[in-house]
């Protein structure tokens, strides 16, 4: 059994810009994500994206930090993984990912970034 949410709009300010977030629930997740799409540049340009994965109801939801550290011992965050179990915590996961790709294709329209 699939249960899919009502989808959610929200403007959220990130880092001085405004991105319209969108959010919807996939069974054990709700998944947000937005972008204020492509502004020919790196950061400085404007150009912001978000993505949050919540956790509704799922028991073997685990998220990891990973860090690097540097030669003085300091920490850098590198990367962040997310682990889960069952079968329709997986599926619920695959749904919510392909709600994010889906979202932000809209968002960023035919433009292309080379």
Partial sequence: MTEN???TVEV???DGRDVEVH???Q?????SVGTN????GDSGHGGRAYFR???IDCDGFVVNEIYKKDMYNNKTLT?????MGGDLEIRSFIKSLEYAVSVLKSQVGN???N
């Fill in 53 to 55: 994965l919540g956790n």
């Fill in 111 to 113: 433009e292309q970034n």
């Fill in 12 to 14: 959220k300010n990130i």
């Fill in 37 to 40: 799409g492509y502004h020919g």
């Fill in 27 to 31: 069974n054990w997740f709700d998944c």
């Fill in 5 to 7: 949410f009502d989808e």
């Fill in 23 to 25: 959010t919807k629930g």
């Fill in 79 to 83: 990367g962040i993984e997310f682990q």
